[in-house]
């Protein structure tokens, strides 16, 4: 079974130190829960082996996985 919400999202932020303040306030409207809009915990997970980030977003009140997607570093 695979994820419908696997996809190359426009978020191409690696983790939000990395952020600078405009970004961080376009990243911060985009992680809203569209069902209760419940702000989201987005989790990355940084293999360092394979160079790839595992970007995860839900809802804690929903329940529901919204977004997962995988970077790989360059
Ligand atoms: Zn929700």
């Known amino acids: 079974m695979r994820s419908e919400n696997e996809s190359t999202?426009?978020?191409?932020i690696l983790t939000p130190e990395h952020l600078s303040g405009a970004q961080r306030v376009y990243m911060t409207a985009h992680s809203?829960?569209?069902m209760c809009d419940t702000?989201?915990?987005i989790r990355h997970e940084i293999n360092q082996i394979e160079f790839k980030i595992k970007e995860?977003?839900?809802c804690p009140?929903?329940?529901i996985?919204?977004?997962s997607a995988h970077h790989v570093l360059h």
């Not at 999202?9 to 191409?12: L, Y």
């Open 32 to 34: 809203s829960c569209a």
């Open 61 to 63: 009140s929903c329940g």
């Open 65 to 67: 996985r919204v977004r």
């Open 56 to 58: 995860e977003a839900h």
């Open 9 to 12: 999202s426009q978020i191409t």
């Open 39 to 41: 702000k989201l915990e």
